[in-house]
């Protein structure tokens, strides 16, 4: 509640195309499983979009601190994990900056495995610069997430839903998800958000075949 009273909270949402994502994945999963043994979800190739957009718009990896902006150098992302008794909790994958999809995925899968155990330390819950929920994997279209005090910013992808969409005047069914972002407007503008909103939309649709995950 901490974050709805006190901080001027602005949102924003815009749609993206994965379809070249899905199917990327899909490509994937099954070698990935056999090789790493973990599954590869959607979230690592939503994060490494994230993470790209943040190096670009740096404001928005930060925390607000005794009336100041503090910039954050390293990138530590926080994940919305769900746990027992309908709690969430925001375990940090360090220095995302420096991980690839494979060892974001990877990281990923102890953390939610060692929540969802209860056997997480306190230091895998703290100095996380933005934050990230997967809010798509329990079926919402839409959502204005809380902000996590105190980051600037927390970024929701949503279900994803075929859908029929014009390309070059010709209709397409294609995958579409929309992306929500939540900001504190003491840190941040629309017009900043705005622009990191649609960098992280350039690299998820930039995904194809070639895209190398390691």
């Given at each position: 509640?901490?974050?709805?009273s006190?901080?001027?909270?602005?949102?924003?949402?815009?749609?993206?195309?994965?379809?070249?994502?899905v199917?990327?994945?899909?490509?994937?999963?099954?070698?990935?499983?056999?090789?790493?043994?973990?599954?590869?979800?959607?979230?690592?190739?939503?994060?490494?979009?994230?993470?790209?957009?943040?190096?670009?718009?740096?404001?928005?990896?930060?925390?607000?601190?005794?009336?100041?902006?503090?910039?954050?150098?390293?990138?530590?992302?926080?994940?919305?994990?769900?746990?027992?008794?309908?709690t969430?909790?925001?375990?940090?994958?360090?220095?995302?900056?420096?991980?690839?999809?494979a060892?974001i995925?990877?990281?990923?899968?102890?953390?939610?495995?060692?929540?969802?155990?209860?056997?997480?330390?306190?230091?895998?819950?703290?100095?996380?610069?933005?934050?990230?929920?997967?809010?798509?994997?329990?079926?919402?279209?839409?959502?204005?997430?809380?902000?996590?005090?105190?980051?600037?910013?927390?970024?929701?992808?949503?279900?994803?839903?075929?859908?029929?969409?014009?390309?070059q005047?010709?209709?397409?069914?294609?995958?579409?998800?929309?992306?929500c972002?939540?900001?504190?407007?003491?840190m941040v503008?629309?017009?900043?958000?705005?622009?990191?909103?649609?960098?992280?939309?350039?690299?998820?649709?930039?995904?194809?075949?070639?895209?190398?995950?390691?």
């Amino acid at each position: 509640m901490q974050s709805i009273s006190e901080n001027p909270r602005a949102w924003m949402m815009i749609e993206v195309d994965v379809s070249n994502l899905v199917a990327l994945r899909q490509e994937l999963k099954d070698d990935f499983m056999h090789r790493e043994g973990v599954p590869l979800s959607l979230s690592p190739f939503v994060m490494k979009p994230i993470v790209n957009a943040l190096k670009e718009f740096p404001v928005l990896n930060s925390t607000w601190h005794s009336g100041s902006i503090l910039v954050k150098k390293d990138i530590n992302l926080s994940i919305v994990v769900a746990i027992a008794n309908d709690t969430v909790v925001t375990p940090v994958i360090y220095h995302a900056d420096r991980k690839s999809i494979a060892g974001i995925a990877i990281e990923l899968y102890e953390l939610v495995n060692r929540a969802r155990r209860n056997s997480l330390l306190p230091t895998d819950l703290v100095e996380g610069s933005f934050t990230f929920s997967n809010t798509g994997s329990v079926g919402s279209l839409l959502s204005c997430p809380i902000n996590n005090n105190p980051q600037a910013a927390i970024l929701t992808f949503e279900s994803i839903v075929r859908k029929p969409v014009v390309i070059q005047e010709m209709i397409a069914i294609r995958s579409i998800a929309n992306l929500c972002l939540s900001y504190d407007h003491r840190m941040v503008d629309g017009l900043i958000c705005s622009r990191f909103m649609q960098r992280v939309k350039y690299y998820l649709e930039k995904y194809d075949q070639e895209t190398i995950i390691y």
